[in-house]
């Protein structure tokens, strides 16, 4: 079923064809074959439903400035991260000055479409305020400034957050421990049960993660798993693992597997909250089918885990992919190419959440 007449409600279907019907061809066609698609096409999210598992995509405000990208992100996701929107930089320009105007537009986004909604991140090392930078503060001052951050930023939106990336990439890529950073050399390591306690207390029905990436051996997945199930059976309000999965041309899933089980063996919820895959350029078909038994590999290990309840993928297209800016010469791999178009990624990733033999769920 096309969700373009839904779509087009917000500008009227009238003035959405007047516009269409004035638009020239080729501008026209993407939105055709964006609705072709959706119209032949079983929704993601429908078909991991019967695994438990949201399907999900990492947006920001340009991710909604098209009508063909808003028809694929109606038709098959039924969560989304917001990418930027939600960060210190963003949110917290000035001390003490708060602004959601970004955050509100995408929210209503999700909620117009009937999506659930990944925060992210409230505790970060990086994309934080200049102010911030230049401002030595004591424990108590960071202590307390972290609390009126969260409580902010948490409360402003408490009941339209469903899952929150409270703590992101605390551990050291050496594999040291946590990494230094503002809040560790400040308040030490109790920033983290902090900041779970803080958010907690704001919006009490949000799911609360801890998210990190590997370390490229599975050091940083196993150190993630065992501060969260450290921190939940102390009693701090931590409900779950995300595993951010940014894979970069390789892939242990058996180590993927491994803790994702020891994590639901220790109570936590798991959730695959950044999915995507970059190659050195340029973009073939044997990169484009490596990426998709990658990807798909993961969206298998995640319909097969019961504690695996949600699988996101770190940018709508390889059009909004982070990756060209930050790694130049690397292509990435995401399940719409830059054109819009299906990759053989997102093949993978819906016959992953088809095939009955993966479930293993009961
Ligand atoms: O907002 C400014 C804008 O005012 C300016 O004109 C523009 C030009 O440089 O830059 C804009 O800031 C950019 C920001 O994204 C918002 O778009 C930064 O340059 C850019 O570096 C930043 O990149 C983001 C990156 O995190 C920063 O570390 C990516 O979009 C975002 O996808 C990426 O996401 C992170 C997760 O949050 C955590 N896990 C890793 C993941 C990939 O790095």
């Not at 501060?227 to 899933?253: R, T």
């Not at 220790?266 to 340029?282: I, K």
């Not at 990435?332 to 033999?357: I, Q």
């Amino acid at each position: 079923m096309s969700v373009l007449p839904a779509l087009v409600a917000g500008v009227g279907l009238a003035a959405a064809s007047a516009v269409a019907g004035a638009l020239d061809a080729i501008e026209v066609e993407p939105l055709a074959g964006a609705v072709r698609h959706t119209e032949r096409t079983e929704p993601l999210h429908a078909l991991a439903d019967a695994h438990d598992v949201s399907v999900g995509v990492a947006i920001g405000t340009s991710s909604i400035d098209e009508i063909e990208e808003r028809v694929l992100l109606a038709h098959h996701f039924d969560i989304v991260t917001l990418e930027n929107e939600l960060k210190w930089e963003v949110v917290h320009p000035a001390p003490g000055e708060f602004d959601f105007s970004r955050s509100d537009e995408l929210i209503d986004f999700a909620e117009t479409h009937g999506m659930a909604v990944r925060g992210h991140t409230l505790v970060w090392h990086r994309q934080l305020p200049t102010w911030l930078d230049d401002r030595p503060m004591t424990a108590q001052q960071a202590s307390a400034l972290l609390e009126r951050h969260i409580t902010e930023v948490v409360g402003h939106h408490a009941g339209r957050i469903d899952q929150w990336d409270v703590v992101n990439e605390p551990f050291a890529d050496d594999g040291s421990g946590l990494r230094p950073s503002v809040w560790l050399d400040t308040i030490g390591p109790e920033y983290v049960a902090m900041a779970f306690e803080h958010a907690h207390a704001a919006d009490p029905g949000a799911r609360l993660f801890l998210n990190d990436y590997d370390g490229w051996n599975g050091a940083k997945y196993v150190q993630l798993v065992d501060l969260a199930a450290d921190l939940l059976a102390d009693g701090v309000p931590v409900h779950g693992a995300g595993f951010q999965l940014h894979l970069a041309g390789s892939l242990d899933v058996e180590m993927i597997v491994e803790q994702v089980r020891r994590a639901e063996r220790l109570g936590l919820e798991v959730a695959f909250t950044e999915v995507d895959d970059r190659s050195p350029a340029p973009m073939t078909d044997t990169i484009r089918r490596a990426q998709a038994d990658r990807i798909g590999a993961l969206a298998r290990t995640c319909a097969a885990s019961p504690a695996c309840r949600s699988f996101v993928v770190w940018g709508l297209s390889d059009g909004h992919s982070w990756i060209p800016e930050h790694f130049p010469g690397e292509v990435p791999g995401t399940l719409f190419d830059a054109e819009l178009a299906p990759t053989p990624a997102f093949h993978a990733v819906a016959a992953a959440f088809t095939s009955p033999s993966h479930t293993g769920r009961s």
